[in-house]
């Protein structure tokens, strides 16, 4: 296996747009240079506008299709994004909890275009997927919904994560792509207190549809190729960054990145 990309399954929902989800997990993936692999949880028709519709996988079929990777292929890191439902939440937390390498946990809650994309009752049950989770990289009103608050302040932000951190022992990436501002703020906080921050001076465009698909993706195959995790984290910002910069310019919404445009950064 000397020279072997490292092999990255992804866990989400498809896009038929292909701007986020599994379609942005696998383009992320391959321009890193990685193997990417999927377990479909949801089939969604949507573009850049909105989401049309969604159909939930049957719980079995989604753990059917995680098996065949894990059990032939294998896999160096596990992306996590869209779930569809909390028995599927809870039946990938009891087949990871033993998995020994990264696992990166997107607690998707809605699209882009703003379009709900998981029911209270599976965020209800994300808990048990922040249990296993190496690092959970919820947006702001991801990360108010987990804590239980209504919004979050800026200044409030680093007290959130930590909270989530320390309750699930976990990795806690705070994304602050929602945050207004000239400046995007990204905080990372371990249980055991602050890691870092990351920050750049935001890109004025709209095109930023499946952003955090992109980011998750990237860390999990920055992860797979054996980076710390501080540094995975600054590689993966910086294929995000890239990304938006080279965004096509296509739909009349929230646009894709063009992740065609970034190669490999390792």
Request: glycine share 12%.
């Amino acid at each position: 296996m000397n020279g072997a990309p490292p092999r990255i399954l992804s866990i989400a929902g498809s896009d038929s747009s292909g701007g986020a989800g599994i379609q942005a997990d696998i383009k992320t993936i391959t321009m890193l240079g990685g193997y990417a692999m999927t377990a479909i949880t949801a089939v969604t028709a949507q573009n850049t506008r909105g989401v049309q519709g969604v159909e939930v996988m049957h719980p079995d079929l989604v753990m059917d299709q995680v098996d065949s990777c894990l059990d032939d292929i294998g896999a160096d890191a596990i992306k996590i994004g869209m779930l569809g439902s909390p028995q599927i939440a809870m039946l990938l937390a009891e087949r990871l909890d033993t998995f020994s390498g990264p696992i990166i946990f997107d607690p998707v809650m809605a699209a882009t275009s703003g379009s709900e994309l998981a029911s209270e009752a599976t965020i209800a049950a994300f808990g048990s997927l922040m249990e296993i989770a190496t690092i959970v990289t919820p947006n702001l009103p991801e990360l108010a919904a987990l804590t239980g608050r209504d919004t979050i302040e800026d200044d409030d932000v680093f007290g959130a994560a930590q909270q989530l951190a320390e309750k699930h022992d976990t990795i806690v990436l705070a994304k602050g792509g929602h945050s207004e501002g000239d400046d995007v703020l990204d905080r990372v906080v371990s249980s055991t207190g602050k890691i870092a921050s990351f920050g750049h001076h935001r890109i004025d465009t709209r095109h930023t549809h499946g952003t955090g698909c992109t980011l998750s993706a990237a860390l999990a195959t920055f992860l797979a190729y054996g980076q710390p995790t501080t540094h995975a984290i600054r590689l993966a910002r910086g294929f995000v960054y890239a990304a938006i910069e080279n965004a096509p310019g296509f739909g009349e919404g929230s646009g894709p990145l063009g992740h065609q445009a970034v190669r490999k950064l390792v």
